[in-house]
Each structure stands twice: as structure tokens, then as C-alpha cells.
């Protein structure tokens, strides 16, 4: 039998996939997304640990990975189940190119968290130098904030860029 989550649990949950349905958004339409997207590990183990630390920043506590299945659903409805529980063989064996998806990931949730454990890493380097040099150029004027400038320099560099070169069909795009 499943139990329901509780509220506060549903809601960080909620959250979670918010953000989940953004940074897929950010990659353009669903279905423009190449063939085999949702079967890379990289891809899986990325996402994994995003779900989860935005579940836990959203206020889940510490959470069984298991509770993150709702979030699948939401993102990829009945074909979630599929890709969720591949996630979690991968996570269980180590999978090499899942496990290098986590630590994108780590980094990427890290450095957007403002945590100075990546200070010294390149990716993030660039990130905030190029998040610098927009608000520089777009000034007072700006209709984003520093901070999502970042979160979106480090997506391009810790994510999208290894997407372009695994699914090298997502380099023509817009």
C-alpha cells in the first residue's frame, strides 16, 4: 500500500518539480529533445540530483529517494515510472556516467546555493564571470537578478554544454 506524502513533503515536492520542468524547459520543446535523451545516464543522474536537493531545499527533510517517483510522473507522466526506476538502478550500481551527471549536478546545486566549496572550480569561475558581465552590460535596467543570471550560466556550462556533446543534433537549435 502507498501512503500519500505528507503536506509538507507534497509541497516540497511540488517545488522540486517546478524546478525540474524549468531546466527542461530551458532545453526547449519535449519533443524536440533527441531520441535516447531520457535514457543517458549523465542525463538521469543530473536530474536525480537535482529533484532531490530541491526537494530537500524546499523543505522535505531528509527524504528515501523512493519519495522522489512523483516527480518523474510530473515531468514525464507514465513513461516517469520507466526513467525513475532506471535512475535508481544506476544510482545503486554507480553508474560512470551516471555518477558524473551527480556530480554536475552537486556542483551546479552547490554553486547556485552560493556554497564556497566550488570557488576554485572553472565551470563555476566562468559562470559568475559571465553573470557578472551581463549585469554589468544590462546595468540598472536589468530584468533578471544576479542570481539567475548564474543559475543560468551554470546550467549552460554544467549541463547543456556535455548534452551538446552527447546529443550532438542539440547543437544546431536557435
Excluded at 78 to 101: C, H, K, P, R, T
Aim: net charge negative.
Amino acid at each position: 500500500m502507498t501512503t500519500a506524502p505528507t503536506p509538507d513533503l507534497s509541497s516540497a515536492l511540488d517545488a522540486a518539480g517546478d524546478a525540474l520542468i524549468l531546466m527542461q524547459e530551458l532545453l526547449g520543446p519535449t519533443d524536440n529533445l533527441p531520441s535516447g535523451f531520457w535514457d543517458d545516464p549523465f542525463v538521469l543522474g543530473f536530474f536525480f540530483y537535482c529533484g532531490y536537493a530541491y526537494a530537500i531545499r524546499a523543505g522535505a527533510g531528509d527524504i528515501p529517494f523512493k519519495a522522489l517517483r512523483p516527480l518523474y510522473t510530473r515531468l514525464l507522466d507514465d513513461d516517469g515510472n520507466a526513467v525513475f526506476s532506471q535512475s535508481l538502478i544506476w544510482q545503486m550500481e554507480e553508474e560512470a556516467g551516471f555518477q558524473e551527471g551527480l556530480a554536475a549536478a552537486t556542483r551546479f546545486i552547490g554553486a547556485t546555493a552560493g556554497q564556497s566549496d566550488y570557488d576554485e572550480d572553472e565551470a563555476v569561475i566562468t559562470a559568475h564571470e559571465q553573470a557578472r558581465a551581463m549585469m554589468d552590460e544590462v546595468g540598472d535596467d536589468a530584468e533578471v537578478s544576479f542570481d539567475q543570471a548564474l543559475f543560468i550560466y551554470l546550467y549552460e556550462g554544467l549541463f547543456a554544454a556535455e548534452l551538446r556533446r552527447r546529443f550532438p543534433e542539440m547543437n544546431g537549435g536557435a
